[in-house]
């Protein structure tokens, strides 16, 4: 027996259209703190990467962890600004999928790295003589890959997951981006 089912294609995004005479102020105040954030870690990139004092695992991590707090801002505040500024935002279902795999791939990457922080200040803190015996390059690159393959599996197995469920309802999501709760 078939049954009558309708494929979502798109999402409609309210965000904060219930609220239109705050878009524009949001829009700038988004607008200045995404690109405070850019500018901030860009320059704490340039600066542990051409820098030679700074090339020790504490900074190496730091360097990671903003490349990611780059790449996960990047991910949300393009769509959350168009949100901003067009009448009727909608996001394809592939874009919506898109925008979730990365969104988790990241919050997970840097969850993983903060933990591989706190392990590092441990190891400075508690074994000092030691520190850069086991807190080797080699290590430090390990545990960053480490961290960015839990990401990606994590986001992998989420998205499968949510991705795979039927949209038969109502396609307007009630917030600024593709997130689990909306969905």
Do not use: W
Not at 18 to 36: K, N, V
Not at 79 to 94: A, D, M, N, Q, Y
Not at 155 to 160: G, L, W
């Amino acid at each position: 027996m078939q049954t009558n089912q309708t494929t979502v294609t798109e999402f409609i995004l309210v965000g904060f259209m219930d609220h239109p005479e705050l878009q524009i102020p949001l829009f700038i105040f988004f607008l200045l703190i995404y690109l405070i954030t850019l500018v901030g870690n860009i320059g704490i990139i340039i600066l542990t990467t051409t820098e030679a004092r700074l090339h020790t695992p504490m900074y190496f991590f730091l360097r990671n962890l903003s490349i990611v707090d780059i790449s996960l801002s990047t991910t949300i505040a393009p769509k959350l600004l168009t949100t901003l500024v067009i009448e009727h935002s909608t996001i394809s279902f592939t874009g919506c999928t898109t925008q979730f795999f990365f969104f988790v791939i990241f919050v997970t990457t840097e969850a993983c790295l903060l933990a591989v922080m706190a392990y590092d200040r441990f190891i400075a803190i508690c074994y000092p003589l030691v520190y850069f015996v086991v807190m080797s390059k080699k290590l430090c690159i390990l545990l960053v890959t480490a961290a960015y393959a839990c990401g990606f599996v994590n986001s992998t197995v989420h998205t499968i997951v949510i991705f795979s469920l039927n949209f038969c309802n109502s396609n307007t999501i009630n917030h600024f981006f593709c997130d689990v709760p909306p969905l």
